[in-house]
């Protein structure tokens, strides 16, 4: 048995019982919920390579074109509100949104140009990953590599996009590939 904490209560559930798309919509039904009072909020698992290494940044082609992902293979997003190499995306945001960080100077693979990697550090004390200028996330509703179900979400007051290995943010509505429908709660929908 796998154990997951949502909401400050521990539920116990085989992974057979639910199905991936299961899984995935009451990890995102969890994450819209409050915190009952006396408990606290889980912690966003930090999304980088493998511990202790340094994030490689890489690409992979789907309906979308070709974009930046991260060393999991999972798509990387730039937010439209980070005006800067900044991130603004904290709290609630980080968690439906996790920075994509390092620990050390991150690598490029793929078609991804090494010269427009950097890091910027989160006022937690991480580091996360820029590209051309930008801060990178995941999207708590990509599952697995090759999703993008974040594409052309306006989660948290501004656009989330695809990154494109120019750095310039694909602006491509969202393709049909199981792209969840955006929502202002940041959540996709849900």
Not at 5 to 33: D, K, M, N, Q
Not at 54 to 81: E, H, N, Q, R
Request: aromatic share 8%; with cysteine; net charge positive.
């Amino acid at each position: 048995m796998r154990s997951m904490r949502i909401l400050g209560r521990r539920w116990l559930f085989r992974a057979s019982t639910l199905g991936a798309g299961a899984a995935t919509a009451l990890l995102a039904v969890a994450a819209c919920g409050s915190t009952p009072a006396g408990t606290s909020p889980s912690t966003p698992v930090a999304a980088s390579g493998a511990s202790g290494s340094a994030a490689v940044i890489s690409t992979a082609s789907g309906a979308d074109g070709t974009y930046l992902v991260g060393p999991s293979g999972k798509a990387v997003y730039l937010w439209m509100a980070d005006t800067s190499s900044t991130s603004t995306c904290s709290g609630a945001c980080a968690a439906a949104w996790p920075p994509v960080t390092t620990n050390g100077a991150p690598t490029a693979s793929g078609a991804a140009v090494a010269k427009d990697l950097g890091m910027t550090k989160r006022s937690d004390g991480t580091e996360q990953v820029t590209y051309d200028g930008h801060p990178l996330y995941y999207y708590a509703g990509d599952g697995a590599a090759g999703q993008t179900n974040g594409q052309g979400n306006d989660g948290f007051g501004a656009l989330w996009w695809l990154v494109a290995p120019s750095g310039s943010a694909i602006t491509k509505a969202a393709s049909s590939g199981g792209a969840a429908p955006s929502s202002s709660n940041g959540y996709g929908g849900y």
